[in-house]
Every structure is written in structure tokens, then in C-alpha cells.
């Protein structure tokens, strides 16, 4: 939900201040800065986690077929 909730918000910040695909490097500099060099944040995944939250705009339906994925019956 974590990667859902950071793509869903590059989305909305980007539509919000006409931000270009740029930004997106920028925010993977200063999320690794921000969390002591963790990995996954690179600008590559960040794309990933934008088109995530493209592709599944509503939470529900995304958290349903997550859990699915995993193999839970819900």
C-alpha cells in the first residue's frame, strides 16, 4: 500500500502543479535521502509505483486483489 499510496500522490502532484516526469528523480533523490539510503525508491521504481496507482485509481479494488494475489480468500 505503501508503493500504491507514493504513485497516487506523484499522480495528484503532478496533475495539481503541471510537474513534468523531471520531478520524478528528484523525489527518488530525496526520498533515499530521507530514509537513510533505502533501496527502492529509485526514479525507475517510482514510474512503477505511479503506474500502479494509475492503473488501480480506487484503493478498494486495488487492496482486494492484492490480497487475492497473496492468496487470502477476502
Known amino acids: ?10 499522480l ?5 502543479h503541471g510537474w513534468g516526469d523531471d520531478v520524478v528523480g528528484r523525489i527518488s533523490q530525496d526520498l533515499r535521502t ?3 539510503g533505502a533501496r527502492g525508491y529509485s526514479r525507475r521504481n ?12 480506487e484503493i478498494e479494488k486495488c ?3 492484492l490480497h487475492k494475489l497473496a492468496g487470502h480468500n477476502t
Open 12 to 16: 495528484q502532484q503532478q496533475q495539481a
Open 46 to 57: 517510482l514510474f512503477y509505483m505511479r503506474l500502479f496507482a494509475a492503473l488501480w485509481p
Open 1 to 10: 500500500m505503501l508503493y500504491w499510496s507514493i504513485g497516487r500522490d506523484i
Open 34 to 36: 530521507a530514509t537513510g
Open 63 to 65: 487492496n482486494h486483489w
